[in-house]
């Protein structure tokens, strides 16, 4: 008969990134920066005694000590919570994924308390020759998700996410986004770069410094509101995505044109002036003042009713 399940917390960002800490059946572990601890996290942001993670045949459950910066589990500051399979809980810089013991090593669950911490410094040295504290994929921390962590914990700095050739740019003052860019390009708009940004599933992250850059526009929403109205538009835009053309197509207007102007309102005269002037869908979706499924619905319309056809 099979014993409980047992789990192990991943690093998958911070200071100790890559490292693992098997959870023992029927034991509690104590987590914080005193040397003499089960799980030592040597960094400013982590209490002397910061959490208590326990195991027990029900399940792992975690509990903040009274820390200085608060414990979060999926972006929310918790006293006590009960931990699911695919959690993520923020302590410090430090983001701790619990996996099924079958997602790591078995032979961990065979090392002591000083292996583990010297396996542990092993992987601080080597990231500490890397990147910031705070990096990582984001196909293992998704952009929303890291958000919600980094607003409840309020965090400050620029979160870079970087996709290929293409670098995202997520401003943060104490937990707020107020500005959003991508390649740095400052036409695109704030609004319409973060919606792109919450659609990629895949690259890296990095939270750097703060910035002392100033943008004639600055984003009011709240993370909870950027986040809602992203993910809306998101949905919908997959709902029509097998009808949309590539970003790659070009444009132009039917010759001789009898679709009738007149019927067209102001939005989409706007779109289709675009599309005269620069052919592109690209193009067209960066300089048109809509979002981009707004501008990819608007664009469908036009093909539908006569206005324009594909170029080959």
Same mark, same amino acid.
């Given at each position: 008969?099979?014993?409980?399940?047992?789990?192990?917390?991943?690093?998958?960002?911070?200071?100790?990134?890559?490292?693992?800490?098997?959870?023992?059946?029927?034991?509690?572990?104590?987590?914080?920066?005193?040397?003499?601890?089960?799980?030592?996290?040597?960094?400013?942001?982590?209490?002397?005694?910061?959490?208590?993670?326990?195991?027990?045949?029900?399940?792992?459950?975690?509990?903040?000590?009274?820390?200085?910066?608060?414990?979060?589990?999926?972006?929310?500051?918790?006293?006590?919570?009960?931990?699911? &399979? $695919?959690?993520?809980?923020?302590?410090?810089?430090? /983001?701790?994924?619990?996996?099924? *013991? #079958? +997602?790591?090593? =078995?032979?961990?669950?065979?090392?002591?308390?000083?292996?583990?911490?010297?396996?542990?410094?092993?992987?601080?040295?080597?990231?500490?020759?890397?990147?910031?504290?705070?990096?990582?994929?984001?196909?293992?921390?998704?952009?929303?998700?890291?958000?919600?962590?980094?607003?409840?914990?309020?965090?400050?700095?620029?979160?870079?996410?970087?996709?290929?050739?293409?670098?995202?740019?997520?401003?943060?003052?104490?937990?707020?986004?107020?500005?959003?860019?991508?390649?740095?390009?400052?036409?695109?708009?704030?609004?319409?770069?973060?919606?792109?940004?919450?659609?990629?599933?895949?690259?890296?992250?990095?939270?750097?410094?703060?910035?002392?850059?100033?943008?004639?526009?600055?984003?009011?929403?709240?993370? &909870? $509101?950027?986040?809602?109205?992203?993910?809306?538009? /998101?949905?919908?835009?997959?709902? *029509? #995505? +097998?009808?949309? =053309?590539?970003?790659?197509?070009?444009?132009?207007?039917?010759?001789?044109?009898?679709?009738?102007?007149?019927?067209?309102?102001?939005?989409?005269?706007?779109?289709?002036?675009?599309?005269?002037?620069?052919?592109?869908?690209?193009?067209?979706?960066?300089?048109?003042?809509?979002?981009?499924?707004?501008?990819?619905?608007?664009?469908?319309?036009?093909?539908?009713?006569?206005?324009?056809?594909?170029?080959?």
């Amino acid at each position: 008969m099979a014993g409980p399940k047992r789990f192990a917390l991943k690093f998958i960002s911070g200071k100790y990134q890559g490292g693992e800490f098997p959870l023992q059946p029927n034991k509690e572990i104590v987590v914080g920066r005193s040397s003499e601890l089960d799980m030592v996290l040597v960094e400013d942001m982590v209490s002397r005694k910061h959490a208590k993670i326990a195991t027990s045949d029900s399940g792992v459950s975690i509990q903040d000590m009274g820390s200085t910066n608060g414990t979060f589990v999926n972006g929310e500051k918790v006293k006590k919570a009960r931990l699911q &399979e $695919g959690d993520r809980i923020l302590i410090g810089t430090s /983001i701790l994924k619990l996996v099924g *013991i #079958e +997602a790591t090593d =078995p032979s961990a669950l065979n090392m002591d308390r000083e292996q583990i911490k010297a396996a542990m410094e092993r992987v601080a040295k080597r990231k500490a020759r890397s990147s910031s504290p705070m990096s990582g994929r984001i196909d293992e921390v998704p952009l929303p998700d890291l958000l919600q962590l980094f607003t409840t914990s309020k965090k400050s700095g620029v979160m870079l996410i970087r996709r290929d050739e293409q670098v995202g740019k997520i401003y943060l003052r104490n937990g707020k986004i107020y500005y959003v860019s991508i390649d740095d390009d400052h036409d695109l708009g704030p609004q319409k770069a973060f919606t792109r940004l919450m659609a990629w599933e895949e690259g890296f992250f990095e939270l750097t410094a703060p910035s002392n850059e100033k943008f004639m526009v600055e984003l009011d929403e709240s993370t &909870e $509101g950027l986040l809602m109205d992203a993910m809306r538009e /998101i949905d919908e835009f997959k709902r *029509i #995505e +097998a009808q949309c =053309p590539p970003t790659t197509s070009r444009f132009g207007l039917v010759r001789p044109l009898s679709a009738p102007l007149r019927d067209l309102d102001e939005e989409k005269l706007d779109v289709l002036q675009l599309i005269h002037n620069n052919s592109g869908v690209q193009s067209t979706l960066d300089r048109s003042v809509l979002s981009d499924l707004e501008t990819y619905q608007i664009i469908l319309h036009l093909v539908r009713k006569g206005y324009i056809r594909e170029l080959r």
